[in-house]
């Protein structure tokens, strides 16, 4: 079945401790991204990468870090979280300009 | 400025009832416009992508419209079920980057 997932679902962490979201998609797309999604604010780019080693600021790259160094894998990584970055995070793939899939989310609580 | 605008914020209609939801937007240079239906707490899911060329796209029960001359679009929702209670977001999409709005939340009620 064709799908991106992450992990972990659900994040309760503390200020400063260092954490990694995985993703990984199974279509062999070239496009992946993370999002936010805050309540009023809709989703926001994070990251994004165009292929394996290719990867750019979105609209709210602070505080986070990226890496492709595979096709399938986009892991976020936080490290030093702190409590304005609780939120529910989505990773996204798509090949060139077509329909993007979303990852089922990931709910981060930074205490 | 780039900028995708939803309305209405919210919209509370019976089971089986007919609904449009409007999108604007102020992006340039236009790629294609998407509408995504959420469920909450889970990642959207795509129900329509049209390109300029098109006036209309359907997915079922779900038809989009777009006029790129006044830069709108909507969603209509034919014969309403408790299902599609979720929120509908529209989505334009640049050469580089996808401009999201802020989405539509619909409940729909028995």
């Known amino acids: 079945e064709a799908q991106v997932t992450q992990n972990p679902r659900y994040l309760i962490t503390v200020t400063g401790k260092k954490l990694t979201v995985t993703c990984s998609q199974n279509?062999?797309?070239?496009?992946m991204s993370w999002y936010r999604q805050d309540p009023g604010l809709g989703l926001r780019q994070i990251y994004y990468?165009?292929?394996?080693?290719?990867?750019d600021k979105g609209d709210v790259p602070e505080g986070y870090k990226v890496s492709r160094k595979e096709k399938r894998n986009f892991p976020l990584i936080l490290e030093s979280p702190s409590p304005n970055q609780t939120s529910l995070y989505f990773c996204?793939?798509?090949?060139?300009?077509?329909?993007?899939?979303f990852g089922p989310g990931t709910r981060l609580t930074v205490l | 400025k780039n900028q995708v605008e939803q309305s209405p914020q919210s919209l509370i209609i019976l089971e089986g009832k007919n609904c449009t939801l409007q999108c604007n937007y102020t992006v340039s240079p236009f790629s294609n416009l998407r509408w995504y239906k959420q469920d909450t707490g889970r990642g959207p899911v795509s129900l329509t992508i049209?390109?300029?060329?098109?006036n209309t796209k359907s997915n079922g029960r779900y038809t989009a419209t777009l006029d790129a001359d006044t830069k709108q679009s909507s969603l209509h929702i034919t014969a309403s079920q408790l299902s599609d209670s979720a929120s509908y977001i529209c989505?334009?999409?640049?050469?580089?980057?996808?401009?999201f709005g802020t989405g539509t939340r619909l409940q729909v009620f028995p």
């Open positions: 989505v334009v999409s640049r050469v580089d980057k996808l401009i």
């Open positions: 279509m062999n797309h070239e496009y």
């Open positions: 049209m390109t300029f060329s098109e």
């Open positions: 996204a793939s798509s090949s060139a300009y077509n329909e993007q899939f």
């Open positions: 990468s165009m292929n394996v080693e290719v990867t």
